[in-house]
């Protein structure tokens, strides 16, 4: 079992940077691939970034590409977000989980969800 928890979301604003943090207890992360999601208000989860389990492989939403990396320090057991030229369309809670299998823009192919953190990107 593996425990997440994300931080570093805000109140900032449109083109300011932000760096999420999610950190995992339980037992390592070496040997996963991760993922972030967000829900923005009256919407739907959506895929925002993945990272593979070496750390080589990284695949991004459309909307963050070029703007948002994903990345991976086993020694901390940490996956990170760093988010630059945030918009107002960026205004969510951002999650961070384990990939398990399957489709990794899906968000059912992941376990153990993290609580979430609050990014607000006022315009």
């Known amino acids: 079992q593996v425990q997440l928890e994300e931080s570093g979301g ?4 449109a083109g300011d ?15 996963d691939a991760m993922g972030w999601f967000r ?4 919407k739907e989860r959506e ?10 492989s990284t695949f991004y939403a459309d909307s963050v590409k070029g ?11 940490t ?7 945030l918009n107002a ?6 999650y961070c989980a384990v990939h398990r299998s399957g489709n990794l823009y899906d968000s059912t192919s992941y ?6 953190t609050q990014v607000t990107v006022s315009s």
């Open 10 to 13: 805000g109140l900032v604003q």
């Open 79 to 85: 996956v990170y977000l760093e988010m630059n030229s």
């Open 39 to 42: 829900r923005a208000p009256g």
């Open 111 to 116: 376990d153990y969800w993290g609580q979430g």
């Open 47 to 56: 895929f925002v970034a993945y990272i593979s389990w070496t750390g080589r």
């Open 89 to 94: 369309e960026d205004t969510a809670v951002y």
């Open 67 to 77: 703007r948002f990396t994903i990345s991976k320090d086993n020694a901390k057991n």
């Open 17 to 31: 940077s932000l760096r999420l943090s999610c950190a995992a207890s339980g037992r390592t992360l070496r040997g």
